[in-house]
């Protein structure tokens, strides 16, 4: 993509992308890190529903360059390697939001809310099949009461009339 990130950044707009899960803050694993360490905020959450923003993206490169030299450097006790790859893996999530708002095509976008309309109406439909079943289930258990009705009224005949014929 030419032109740097004011396309990026109208792209984006236009495809009014939102993240889609929260990405929690290196401090929601690490809760021993205090929410600031040298420059850098580690208590920055991304909630499901807010805006993809690139400045998140830079952010999250910035920290974890930055916690990767702390702990290859020795200088901080509470920058582990669990704290290096927690904040790796953190970019890595929020590369994927961007990568998918950017790359996947707005077509597939509509195919798959289509699909999953398509999925509710075919749900709906088969809620109503549910209930027309059971509204047949219980005709049927009218019938077959009513039948059973017939027969202890046919058995009672039958015992009668064989009364009748043994006098």
């Known amino acids: 993509m030419s032109g740097g990130s004011g396309n990026y950044r109208s792209l984006m707009a236009a495809l009014a992308?939102?993240?889609?899960?929260?990405?929690?803050?290196?401090?929601?694993v690490h809760p021993e890190l205090p929410n600031v360490?040298?420059?850098?905020?580690?208590?920055?959450?991304?909630?499901?529903?807010?805006p993809i923003n690139p400045g998140?993206?830079?952010?999250?490169?910035?920290?974890?360059?930055w916690l990767k030299a702390i702990q290859v450097a020795g200088n901080?006790?509470?920058?582990?390697?669990?704290?290096?790859?927690?904040a790796e893996l953190r970019l890595h999530a929020i590369q994927t939001v961007h990568a998918l708002a950017v790359f996947t095509p707005v077509d597939l976008?509509?195919?798959?809310?289509?699909?999953?309309?398509?999925?509710?109406?075919?749900?709906?439909?088969?809620?109503?099949v549910n209930n027309h079943l059971g509204n047949i289930n219980n005709v049927l258990q009218n019938i077959n009461d009513h039948l059973d009705n017939i027969d202890q009224r046919v058995d009672a005949l039958s015992v009668a009339i064989h009364n009748v014929q043994l006098q």
Do not use: K, M, W
């Open 17 to 28: 992308q939102h993240y889609t899960h929260n990405i929690r803050s290196i401090c929601e």
């Open 37 to 50: 360490l040298g420059t850098f905020n580690l208590d920055l959450r991304i909630n499901a529903g807010d």
């Open 56 to 65: 998140q993206l830079t952010q999250a490169q910035g920290v974890a360059y």
């Open 76 to 86: 901080e006790p509470l920058v582990t390697r669990e704290v290096v790859q927690t």
């Open 109 to 128: 976008l509509n195919a798959l809310q289509n699909i999953n309309q398509n999925l509710d109406n075919i749900n709906n439909v088969l809620q109503d």
